[in-house]
C-alpha cells in the first residue's frame, strides 16, 4: 500500500537552530515529490518539486533533498515567520492518472 | 490574479442537508481538484478534473458529486451531509495534473 510519513509529527526550535523534516515514503510509479508550506486557517502554499534522487532545492532557509526512499526538508537557522506545517506529497499514476498523495504534516515552532 | 477562490468561507449544515462548496480560478488551469483536510488525516484527494467535461473520483468521493462545465469553475456538491463531512475543504488547480498545485484557502464545513 502507498504510504507517505512524516516525521517528527511536531518539532520546536530555538530561533536560529537548524534542523531537518523527513518525509518518506513508499509508492509505485513516483513521478514527483512536492513540499508545501501551510499557516493556520489558510491553504498550502508551494515551496519545491524534486523528481530524482540527488536532486536538491533551495529557497532562503530551506533546502529540500531527495533519495529513493525519503526526502529532507533542512531549515538553516530559522526564524519565528518560519512556524508552520510542512507537507510533502508525492505524485503518482493512478489509473493513468497524475495524483497526489499527502503525508501528514510537521507542525513547526520557532521560539524567538 | 485573484489565483483559486473558494466560497463560502465557514458553513453549518444540518444533517441530510445539501450544498455545493464553490471554487474558481483565473489561471486558465486545465487541472483541477479537491481534497479534504483532517486532523491526523492529511490531505485526501475527492474529485478531480483534467479539463472541461472531464472528471474523475480521487481517494475518498462517496458523498459529493462534482462538475465541469468551464474551465474556471469546479463545484463540489454534497447531496445529503453527514457528520463525517465535517472538514475542511481545500480546492487546488495546476497548469497540467503533474505541475505544482495552487491551492485556495478552504472552507469550513461543519455538519451536526
Known amino acids: 500500500e502507498d504510504q507517505v510519513t512524516q516525521s517528527p509529527e511536531a518539532l520546536r526550535l530555538q530561533e536560529g537552530e537548524s534542523s531537518s523534516l523527513n518525509c518518506s515514503y513508499t509508492?509505485?510509479?513516483?513521478?514527483?515529490l512536492f513540499w508545501y508550506r501551510q499557516d493556520p486557517g489558510k491553504g498550502p502554499e508551494f515551496l519545491f518539486t524534486l523528481y530524482s534522487a540527488g536532486e536538491e532545492k533551495e529557497k532562503e532557509r530551506l533546502k529540500a533533498t531527495l533519495t529513493k526512499k525519503e526526502s529532507f526538508l533542512h531549515i538553516t537557522a530559522p526564524k519565528p515567520e518560519d512556524s508552520a506545517t510542512y507537507l510533502c506529497a508525492v505524485q503518482r499514476i493512478i489509473q493513468g492518472a497524475q495524483k497526489l498523495v499527502f503525508g501528514q504534516g510537521t507542525r513547526l515552532t520557532i521560539n524567538p | 490574479n485573484a489565483g483559486v477562490t473558494q466560497t463560502p468561507k465557514f458553513q453549518v449544515l444540518k444533517t441530510g442537508q445539501s450544498m455545493t462548496l464553490q471554487c474558481a480560478q483565473d489561471m486558465n488551469h486545465e487541472y483541477m481538484s479537491w481534497y479534504r483536510q483532517d486532523p491526523g488525516m492529511g490531505l485526501r484527494l475527492i474529485h478531480y478534473?483534467?479539463?472541461?467535461?472531464?472528471?474523475d473520483q480521487g481517494e475518498v468521493p462517496n458523498g459529493y458529486n462534482v462538475s465541469r462545465s468551464t474551465t474556471e469553475d469546479f463545484p463540489l456538491r454534497l447531496l445529503s451531509a453527514a457528520p463525517s463531512q465535517t472538514s475542511v475543504y481545500f480546492c487546488?488547480?495546476?497548469?497540467?495534473?503533474?505541475?505544482?498545485?495552487?491551492f485556495g484557502p478552504g472552507t469550513r464545513l461543519t455538519v451536526l
Open positions: 478534473s483534467v479539463g472541461a467535461g472531464i472528471t
Open positions: 509508492v509505485s510509479g513516483l513521478r514527483g
Open positions: 487546488a488547480s495546476s497548469v497540467i495534473s503533474y505541475n505544482e498545485q495552487f
